[in-house]
């Protein structure tokens, strides 16, 4: 593990130096303070990356001192320790941004394995505060304003309000965890937490367990009782990523939790009353993880109460200029080259077909601002394979053009193959959107434009 700086809070002179002796011999360097207040004060001149606190001291307690970090914007994570039979406490703390809690009296290992996790996650939280601002503005954190993606703004602005379960669908990178997290910041539930889940990273055999909690003693491992994401999400909104990675069997519970409002944990019988707004995503068309048998029909049903779809880029590449310089704007903070976009990096950018959707371009443009150190920007600092998904086959098919104002021509040869698509499917649209390589919804709009008439 990289060394890190840990801050560890107590007072109890004796368990600030277990915890001291400890995270030593783990490797890293350690600070010590005895209330809140002190806490605040290390904080202030010294470059802490996790802080472990007690709940309960003088002068200033663990909440407190977590009420007052996350106030002032510190994103640093804070591992409560809280003592056993206060499982409120650590709930409430969490609730206020902690990371994670331990109960007392704590063995080494889960206090470990919390730090492990913890600074594990720390460094996701990084990349995703500058997000986390932009949704506190409201909805800058979108951009484009492409047909397309209004649809999904108006999709989002009308579901926002309610209780209504979501289901996101969209490739890999259009952005369905930022619109689940649009949506949640949008509600009224925007004060409560957002729990993301994700199905496909959690081992099938503990994802039960970390959905629904769990008491002491419920399994062979579980030495402590613990809070599982419902539990957590309460009167929030719970992020249920990569659904169709779910087990069957802890779907069809799944199922009856959210039909019931009501969970037990593992291992207890007590019934906790939930109410929870659901969001689930997959990238996954839903219909064929049903007909594949990776999602219950059912469980389909009770979340797609409301369907978000997320446009390809490729389909909307009028977005990515704004998008490229969006993503500049977010990454150029280390580099104080000229970082700025020019006509040949756009339609180089343009010309490629993004299978990785706007993560791949924003994983490119950051690529190319680490390439270009201090110089300029070039089309050179965005190596894109463009033969293997450039250029269309139709225009190699005719091997003489001729120059003339771009857009007229090619909004021409957009409507003719579009006509061609659909005389050769005999005007089905499902199938002509394939042929086409575009989605059924872009196909409507794109006739729309083209063809206002055949739309009645
Ligand atoms: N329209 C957009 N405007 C600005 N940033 C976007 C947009 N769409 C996606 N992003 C950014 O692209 C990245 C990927 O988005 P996100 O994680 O939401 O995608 P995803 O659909 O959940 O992908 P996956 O299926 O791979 O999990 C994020 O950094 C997100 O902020
Ligand atoms: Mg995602």
Redesign the pocket.
């Known amino acids: 593990m990289n060394q890190r700086y840990v801050l560890v809070v107590d007072d109890e002179p004796h368990m600030r130096r277990v915890l001291e002796i400890m995270l030593r011999k783990a490797g890293h360097l350690v600070f010590v303070a005895g209330n809140g207040r002190e806490a605040l004060e290390v904080l202030r001149d010294n470059p802490v990356d996790l802080v472990i606190t007690d709940m309960r001291m003088p002068k200033m307690d663990g909440i407190e001192l977590l009420t007052r970090l996350r106030q002032d914007g510190v994103e640093i994570p804070v591992i409560v320790i809280t003592a056993h039979g206060s499982v409120e406490s650590a709930v409430n703390a969490m609730k206020l941004g902690a990371s994670d809690y331990v109960l007392r009296p704590f063995d080494i290992d889960a206090l470990e394995l919390a730090i492990a996790r913890v600074l594990n996650e720390a460094e996701v939280v990084r990349q995703n505060s500058f997000?986390r601002e932009e949704l506190n503005r409201g909805w800058d954190?979108?951009?484009?304003t492409s047909a397309a993606?209004r649809t999904v703004y108006e999709l989002i602005r009308q579901v926002a309000p309610t209780k209504a379960s979501v289901m996101i669908t969209?490739?890999?990178?259009?952005?369905?965890?930022?619109?689940a997290r649009a949506i949640h910041n949008a509600s009224p539930r925007s004060s409560k937490l957002f729990v993301p889940i994700n199905c496909a990273a959690i081992p099938v055999d503990i994802l039960e367990a970390e959905l629904f909690g769990y008491e002491k003693g419920a399994f062979t491992g579980a030495v402590k009782e613990r809070v599982g994401k419902f539990e957590l999400a309460n009167e929030g909104t719970i992020f249920l990523?990569e659904l169709t990675e779910m087990p069957m069997a802890l779907q069809a519970k799944l199922l009856r939790v959210l039909q019931e409002n009501t969970l037990e944990r593992l291992g207890s019988n007590r019934q906790i009353k939930l109410d929870i707004r659901v969001i689930a995503?997959s990238?996954r068309t839903p219909r064929e993880s049903i007909r594949d048998g990776h999602l219950r029909e059912d469980l389909y049903y009770r979340l797609n109460v409301f369907a978000v779809d997320?446009p390809l880029l490729r389909e909307r590449k009028e977005d990515i200029p704004d998008?490229a310089s969006?993503f500049i704007a977010k990454h150029s903070h280390h580099i104080d080259g000229d970082a700025a976009l020019s006509a040949a990096i756009v339609s180089r950018l343009q010309a490629y077909n993004w299978p990785g959707n706007?993560?791949e371009l924003?994983n490119m443009v950051e690529r190319a601002l680490i390439l270009c150190g201090t110089g300029a920007l070039k089309p050179e600092h965005f190596p894109l394979d463009l033969d293997r998904s450039g250029t269309s086959p139709v225009l190699l098919a005719s091997n003489t053009v001729s120059v003339g104002p771009l857009v007229p021509a090619v909004e021409e040869l957009e409507a003719r193959m579009i006509e061609e698509a659909l005389a050769q499917t005999e005007g089905s649209k499902p199938k002509a959107a394939a042929l086409l390589d575009i989605s059924e919804r872009t196909l409507w709009y794109k006739l729309k434009k083209h063809l206002p008439k055949a739309n009645d």
């Open positions: 997000m954190a979108f951009v484009g993606m969209g490739e890999t990178g259009t952005g369905k965890e930022l619109a990523d995503a990238n997320l998008l969006h706007v993560r924003e």
